[in-house]
């Protein structure tokens, strides 16, 4: 953790990825984050994967470092006590992040009818505001008809949420950038990021877009061939799998001469006419030419002969392997690497924890902080925020508009 964003105040009111990882984005910069959770939690609260006594593992992951206040959002004084936290007074406060629906008690216009200067940032599925997550998204990019083995006709979800966790990262930005705003002119505003607009807007500055629309057709699938270049899994003669990049000139120089195949690459160059060493594109376009060549290279050594060759040329490859695997033997998965540690959290267990990934040289590095019990700082942040007096949170407790962690 670093405190780059001291002394900020956030107040989040969020589920599931998108605008909870921003919300984390902002903690693990040192900005103080609220988040406001509904009385036994939300609807991310048990999502798995989840510890043996039950608890979630992925809610722990997303709000490492916050401070949780249990509210009743079902009754008008809980909504009543929402409303009062992210508007609170303070110079440095007024930002509220969301994925609540744009209509509602939580809309910006109501919010800032209480504090003008207040900045919203609200995630969003479509562009219309209609409801929407990252694969339904996903869906209709056309990405998962370019994912997956070549001739296979149904679609291929994606593993990892993409443009949950993009989204998560423009979000924090945005809203660093609103608030950059507000120091200049005083002024608050809402800023709409939807996940749709996210997708498309990514897939437009690659150029898949324009390709689509110059070209007439959309691209086919590829496997598991890098799009444009070299690229590929492998297998060595142990059957250990490798995934192989030659983008530059020299990835690609360091590749053939760490497989010696410098002969029959030139071989093939004559034969074509063409020169793989100054046009990635070119050992893209001739991948059923170039791929066998490489393969049975590579099937010819073992992993560590090939490791070895690898590293002299200075290769631009990885060797596949499960996540358990990665956990036992990568050196940035363990506490030699600054951003791991060791951290407890709720119900006591203690796992390997990510602070942020970026680090600044004027600063040292905390350790990570860990996730909050439910409701763990309502009466906390109910005095500190609101100025409430103890009978006062007290009678929010007895008559269970607020909660605090059991």
């Not at 589920?15 to 984390?24: D, E, G, M």
């Not at 406060?93 to 003008?116: I, V």
């Not at 949950?164 to 120091?183: I, K, N, V, Y």
């Not at 001739?286 to 002969?305: K, N, T, W, Y």
């Amino acid at each position: 953790m670093y405190t780059t964003l001291e002394p900020l105040r956030l107040i989040e009111a969020a589920s599931f990825v998108a605008a909870p990882s921003a919300a984390l984005h902002m903690a693990q910069l040192g900005a103080r984050v609220i988040r406001i959770d509904p009385v036994g939690g939300g609807p991310d609260f048990n999502r798995w994967p989840k510890t043996p006594e039950g608890q979630s593992l992925y809610w722990q992951g997303l709000q490492k470092g916050k401070q949780s206040v249990a509210i009743d959002l079902g009754k008008p004084e809980g909504r009543e006590l929402a409303v009062a936290l992210i508007t609170a007074p303070g110079e440095y406060a007024g930002l509220f992040m969301t994925n609540y629906p744009r209509e509602g008690f939580l809309s910006h216009q109501k919010l800032c009818a209480r504090r003008p200067d207040l900045i919203s940032l609200r995630v969003q599925g479509w562009a219309d505001g209609g409801s929407a997550v990252d694969y339904t998204v996903n869906a209709v990019t056309g990405l998962p008809y370019m994912t997956g083995p070549v001739g296979q006709g149904s679609p291929v979800n994606h593993v990892l949420p993409a443009w949950d966790l993009l989204t998560g990262a423009l979000a924090a930005f945005h809203l660093l950038a609103a608030e950059r705003s507000r120091r200049e002119n005083g002024q608050g505003q809402e800023v709409l990021l939807p996940l749709s607009s996210v997708a498309f807007g990514a897939l437009g500055s690659l150029g898949q877009l324009a390709e689509v629309e110059l070209s007439g057709a959309d691209r086919p699938r590829g496997g598991n061939n890098l799009f444009g270049a070299f690229g590929r899994d492998f297998v060595c003669a142990d059957d250990k799998r490798v995934m192989v990049v030659a983008i530059t000139r020299k990835q690609w120089s360091g590749l053939v001469a760490a497989l010696d195949i410098a002969q029959p690459v030139a071989a093939l160059e004559q034969q074509l006419g063409v020169s793989f060493d100054r046009d990635e594109g070119l050992r893209y376009a001739h991948r059923e030419h170039l791929d066998p060549l490489v393969e049975q290279a590579i099937a010819r050594r073992d992993f560590p002969s090939l490791a070895q060759a690898f590293a002299e040329h200075d290769v631009c490859w990885a060797p596949y392997r499960t996540l358990s695997e990665a956990m036992a033997s990568e050196p940035e998965l363990s506490q030699a690497n600054p951003m791991m540690q060791r951290v407890a959290h709720p119900g006591g267990l203690s796992y390997l924890t990510p602070d942020s990934p970026a680090s600044y040289s004027g600063q040292t590095r905390s350790a990570p902080l860990r996730a909050p019990r439910l409701g763990e700082h309502t009466e906390l942040v109910l005095a500190e925020v609101l100025g409430l007096a103890t009978h006062e949170i007290g009678g929010l407790l007895e008559r269970g508009l607020v909660a605090r962690a059991v």
